[in-house]
């Protein structure tokens, strides 16, 4: 009897979590831009209710444009620094004029975030991505990254606009591999603008149980990019979606769930991204079958 009820809990409980479930621009195309607007429609007739743009130096687009746009079908938008971050940008670098330069180019893509109204700016913030330091770390590296990630959490805080930090695999940062260094860091910056996205590809390399690091989350976890191992639509490979699944359960989350991927039909875009397989020749394809998969495995 103590089974059937425990299961019954379970179940009512699983039942009432709600996702948003979204995709990331890449799946679609290599740059966005105005030409990209209908990529808003093409997902939300997918069942898509978030979409996440990816930003930089050598992305241009109205902003005005893609707001009403995706005001109008009542999506929220999130934006990354996915183009062009110039390297010497990084809050943790060791040249202080390099941190400097860091806080002010979050700063532009945050003013960008907020013009946008998304909802959040994500990303390895707190240093750069694919800058790996194979080094012991100086004693002032993690301090470095508190002081400019709270300045980054205060600067968005006053434009709405939440930040959440991404834990990345080892080959992608040195500084924050794993969700206990990211709750880490976010218990020393102590900011309420602070959370965890936790991305299941970059985490493969990391975390052996992905349901213990999931709850040792608990309320910081804000969003999850849910990829395979290969980086391919989910199911069939090695992430334990059902460990996932019941984690999520057990923290009563209800934060946005994105599929990230790159085209790879796109000319060289795969390649040039790093993927050398075919694992997304078909963005609609990808996303309907994804959404599927998770809705099964989320209760959604």
Known sequence: M??????????????????????????FTDHWSDASLPILE??????GEVLE?????????????????????RMQLIVSPGGQWPV????????????????????????LAAELEAIAYTGALYGHTGVVQKRLPPND?????????QQLAEFAAERNVLLAIEPMSHFRTHLIN?????????????????????????????????QAAILSMGSKL????ACENDRGVPGGGLIPWSRIADGLRQIDFNGPVLLEGYNSSIDDFAFRRGMFHNVCPDADSFVSTGFAFLREKFGN
């Open 53 to 73: 743009i990816a930003i930089g130096d050598d992305v241009h687009f109205s902003i005005a444009d893609t707001r009403v746009e995706a005001n109008k079908l």
């Open 141 to 149: 590296e993690y301090q470095r990254m508190v002081e400019g990630l």
């Open 178 to 210: 794993t969700p206990d260094q990211a709750v880490a860091l976010l218990d020393r910056c102590d900011h309420p603008n602070l959370r965890v996205l936790f991305d299941t590809y970059h985490l493969i390399t990391e975390v052996r149980d992905y």
């Open 88 to 111: 010497p940008c990084d809050i943790s670098a060791d040249d202080p004029a390099d941190r400097q330069r860091g806080l002010a180019w979050h700063q532009q893509q945050i003013e």
């Open 222 to 225: 804000w969003g999850v990019h």
């Open 2 to 27: 103590v089974g059937l009820f425990t299961t019954f809990w379970r179940r009512t409980r699983w039942h009432a979590m709600k996702i948003q479930l979204g995709a990331h621009c890449y799946l």
């Open 42 to 47: 093409r997902l939300r007739a997918l069942g």
